[in-house]
């Protein structure tokens, strides 16, 4: 089965600074790549995803790289603020018609320094 | 009210005892997940269900059963609890459409003394 890898579990920044999370997939056949925010007390919710037959995909200050070759995709957060603290998770399924299940990442932790 | 309504959000059970946790949306989707968080372990799949008569096991279904009551309600019983099934334990759902994420409940944390 699909096994993803995501670094770093804890992640440090200051305010303002950018954040970089990787994640590695081992499936190939793996073609949906989303990105979940999750905040003390509540559920992962999704905050931006990718499919395989793009490269890259940006919303405001998030934005998701994908390495189909290398089977590698990043989550990339600029100008950090205190609110983007939280844990992100990364995930990888393959999407099919009959039905998909995610496989995510361990998570990691990000702090925002004010 | 929530998507996604996971019940109860905090439970304490002895070890031996049956509980189920419960969960219902008001998405309308046909696909449903139970989902368990452990400290530095992520998320993982317990069972899913893509509609009310396909019920499949995920990577850690072993001492976990559900039932799909309905479209909307999807409930996960631990049959005899063990210390080791303390953790944080989600339900999500999953439209059909290819723009729809999951929606994830708030969570019901379950501890096993």
């Known amino acids: 089965g699909e096994n993803v890898e995501q670094h770093p579990s804890t992640l440090s920044v200051q305010e303002g600074d950018s954040a970089v999370i990787k994640c590695t997939y081992s499936?190939?056949?793996?073609?949906?790549f989303p990105w979940y925010k999750q905040e003390l007390g509540k559920g992962p919710q999704l905050i931006i995803d990718?499919?395989?037959?793009?490269g890259e995909k940006k919303d405001q200050r998030i934005a998701v790289t994908l390495n189909k070759t290398a089977k590698h995709f990043s989550l990339h957060i600029t100008e950090t603020q205190p609110e983007d603290s939280a844990v992100y998770f990364c995930?990888?399924?393959?999407?099919?018609?009959?039905?998909?299940?995610?496989?995510f990442g361990t998570g990691t932790r990000l702090a925002v320094r004010p | 009210d929530a998507d996604v309504t996971q019940t109860p959000r905090n439970r304490i059970t002895k070890t031996g005892k049956r509980i189920m946790l419960e969960c219902s949306q008001t998405?309308?989707?046909?696909?449903m997940y139970w989902y368990r968080q452990d400290p530095g372990l992520g998320l993982r799949l317990i069972y899913y269900?893509?509609?009310?008569?396909?019920?499949n096991k995920g990577e850690i279904s072993d001492g976990y059963s559900v039932s799909r009551q309905a479209q909307a309600k999807f409930s996960l019983s631990l049959e005899s609890a063990i210390p080791n099934q303390t953790a944080l334990y989600f339900c999500?759902?999953?439209?059909?459409?290819?723009?729809?994420?999951?929606?994830f409940g708030s969570g019901t944390r379950l501890t096993v003394v």
């Open positions: 999500a759902t999953r439209g059909t459409g290819r723009e729809n994420g999951y929606t």
């Open positions: 499936d190939s056949a793996s073609n949906y």
């Open positions: 990718i499919r395989s037959n793009v």
């Open positions: 995930a990888a399924s393959i999407s099919r018609s009959s039905g998909d299940k995610l496989t």
């Open positions: 998405k309308g989707h046909d696909r």
């Open positions: 269900s893509f509609d009310v008569k396909d019920i």
